[in-house]
């Protein structure tokens, strides 16, 4: 089974940039859909962009497009969300998952999140 | 693209039966089979509990089953046990353009 561990968040001021990574194991990576989802402290969950399985096709919800870019190098086995222009209203934990379920439609596995604080 | 509504919270003693809803529109929940069903604990990931509206990923107990109805599905736990506790959330695919969306959440709690 994938296993997924996300790097890369910290403190960053307004305005600035910060890239998010994803590390996969095992050899199934480049055969899925792949997600980025964040959780606000406190909040629910809110889906943030997803990327198909050689990069060709990227979607992303309104609060992200313009600002963040997902790609993907399935040589690494590795998922990236670029951040850029940053507000005080993106601090949350992201996290990423693999697409999954029978249709893979739904988010399985979950890696344990990365949380981005954005603050002055 | 709003979020689906979920009850806040929800609550019963062990052994009793709990139901969350998950009310969207004809463009999300009932416009495909694509509603799935999150456990989150505090400070944990979210696990996939139902996925496809129905169908239970290996590993997750039988006591846990979806449905939906028109615009609303539902998540019923069966046989409540205090490892139940926990926030759940739905989400169901919007189409191409809204992608994804989640409900606010629900917090389940044993008695």
């Known amino acids: 089974e994938v296993q997924l561990v996300e790097s890369g968040g910290g403190l960053v001021q307004p305005g600035g940039s910060l890239r998010l990574s994803c590390a996969a194991s095992?050899?199934?990576?480049?055969?899925?859909?792949m997600h980025w989802v964040r959780q606000a402290p406190g909040k629910g969950l809110v889906w943030v962009s997803c990327i198909n399985v050689d990069g060709s096709t990227t979607r992303y919800a309104d609060s992200a497009k313009g600002r963040f870019t997902i790609s993907r190098d399935n040589a690494k086995n590795t998922l990236y969300l670029q951040m850029n222009s940053l507000r005080a209203e993106d601090t949350a934990v992201y996290y990423c998952?693999?697409?999954?379920?029978?249709?893979?439609?739904?988010?399985?596995?979950w890696g344990q999140g990365t949380l981005v604080t954005v603050s002055s | 693209q709003s979020a689906l509504t979920q009850p806040r919270s929800v609550s019963g003693s062990p052994g009793q039966s709990v139901t969350i809803s998950c009310t969207g529109t004809s463009s999300d929940v009932g416009g495909f089979n694509y509603v799935s069903w999150y456990q989150q604990h505090p400070g944990k990931a979210p696990k996939v509990m139902i996925d496809?509206?129905?169908k239970r990923p290996s590993g997750v107990p039988d006591r846990f089953s979806g449905s939906k109805s028109g615009n609303t599905a539902s998540l019923t736990i069966s046989g409540l046990q205090a490892e139940d506790e926990a926030d759940y959330y739905c989400?169901?695919?919007?189409?191409?353009?809204?992608?994804?969306?989640f409900g606010g959440g629900t917090k389940v709690t044993v008695l």
């Open positions: 496809d509206v129905t």
């Open positions: 989400c169901s695919y919007a189409g191409s353009d809204s992608s994804w969306v």
């Open positions: 095992g050899s199934t990576f480049s055969s899925h859909w």
């Open positions: 998952a693999k697409a999954g379920g029978g249709s893979g439609m739904g988010f399985d596995p």
